[in-house]
């Protein structure tokens, strides 16, 4: 396949491209280095050194790896972007390039406005330049299972049988995000869902969980081909911030009494999920959803895994129960579907006390780079 992967420079994007590199497909890895100004805004560095794209891209054609074409472009740049697409002419379409933030996203107006113009008009734009330029492609965009918020029922894979009035539809599950940031999927959603209807595109909207882990099979341990491992309170995800605190001996820092539950997902299940949905496209036409996460955990779950885990590598670990910066349900039902994923082949890989104390292990080398001034959340809700 011909593949462009929009975001390569993020946490998942090079992780994705090396994947389809190492399976023999032709990669063509784009993104505007906007997230690396973001983070030097806000003063939240990834832990581990990471190279820019088009330099890892480079050392591992130098490594004998096949080739990863680079471009530096902005989505939001139509006329550079329907230049890429008319060019590349790609079978698969990966799309990471996203403000992926939800408290960058609660900062301020501007950054509100920020996550939303930029993530909206760079959907939109790649809507109408796949319709322009390679109609044919198949759009995989992440989403997030943030769009569905923590409703009292069932959570289904994007659409839900209603019966109302005595009639009966399958309809868009409802959303109730818990950002501006999560917002943006689902307003990206709304477009591509009608982009498909109207011009017959064919899309995947992944609904993904909170992704945990640092190194892939195919960037390797302690690899100048790491994506950028965030832990600070802006851009970092709950687990990966209890094991960078925890190999910091700082407190996991607990939003709230812990019971809010959420979906997780190992980043090397992340890239199964994304080329078994590559390998088994949306028809021309169908807009189409899967829920991507293997497990749900409580927050205060997972920071007793992390603190005995650390416990066991001898990190003398505590947990503390901060008041919740945000606005969400502290205690609720939680129970969604995700079958779409697994019926295609989808092994999960489950998280395991081996599995944190081997992110402890990778983590501890880079104990004294911990910026601990990043750790505990300062943008509140409200
Ligand atoms: N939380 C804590 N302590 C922390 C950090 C987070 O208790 O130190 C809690 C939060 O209150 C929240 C949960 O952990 O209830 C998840 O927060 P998070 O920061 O790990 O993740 P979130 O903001 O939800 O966003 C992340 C990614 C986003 C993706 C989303 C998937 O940044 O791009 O869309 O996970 S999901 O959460 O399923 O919507």
């Not at 680079?70 to 740049?77: I, Q, R, W």
């Not at 994007?158 to 109730?176: C, T």
């Not at 036409?285 to 409580?298: A, H, K, L």
């Amino acid at each position: 396949m011909r593949v462009l992967i929009l975001g390569a420079d993020g946490y998942l994007g090079w992780p994705t491209a090396l994947r389809f590199s190492v399976r023999g497909d032709d990669v063509l890895a784009l993104d505007s280095g906007v997230k690396r100004r973001w983070e030097q805004e806000v003063g939240a560095l990834p832990l581990f050194p990471t190279l820019d794209f088009r330099e890892r891209a480079a050392r591992w054609r130098d490594a004998g790896g096949a080739p990863v074409e680079t471009v530096v472009c902005d989505l939001c740049d139509y006329p550079a972007l329907a230049q890429v697409l008319r060019r590349w002419r790609p079978d698969a379409i990966v799309h990471f390039a996203e403000q992926p933030s939800a408290p960058f996203s609660m900062m301020s107006v501007e950054r509100a406005v920020l996550t939303q113009t930029n993530n909206l008009v760079g959907t939109l734009n790649l809507l109408w330049g796949m319709r322009e330029a390679c109609p044919q492609a198949h759009l995989i965009k992440l989403g997030t299972m943030g769009q569905y918020g923590t409703p009292n029922i069932d959570i289904e894979e994007g659409f839900i049988d209603i019966e109302h009035k005595g009639r009966r539809d399958r309809l868009p599950f409802p959303s109730q995000p818990g950002s501006f940031y999560h917002l943006s999927k689902v307003h990206d959603s709304h477009n591509m869902r009608f982009a498909c209807a109207a011009w017959g595109l064919a899309a995947t909207d992944l609904n993904q969980g909170v992704v945990y882990g640092i190194e892939t099979v195919e960037t390797g341990p302690e690899s100048e081909q790491g994506g950028s491992f965030h832990y600070d309170a802006i851009f970092g995800t709950a687990l990966n911030r209890f094991c960078v605190q925890a190999a910091a001996e700082s407190p996991l820092t607990i939003y709230g009494a812990g019971a809010q539950k959420r979906g997780f997902i190992n980043i090397c299940d992340v890239l199964d999920c994304i080329e078994i949905a590559a390998r088994h496209p949306a028809r021309p036409g169908e807009y189409r959803v899967f829920n991507q996460f293997t497990q749900v955990f409580s927050i205060a779950e997972l920071a007793d895994l992390v603190a005995d885990s650390a416990g066991r590598l001898g990190l003398r670990t505590t947990t503390e129960r901060l008041a919740n910066p945000r606005s969400e349900a502290a205690e609720h039902y939680y129970n969604p579907v995700a079958d779409g994923l697994k019926a295609l082949g989808l092994t999960p890989r489950l998280l395991t006390p081996e599995f944190v104390e081997t992110m402890l292990r990778a983590i501890a080398p880079h104990a004294s780079q911990i910026d601990l001034s990043t750790i505990r959340p300062a943008t509140r809700w409200r």
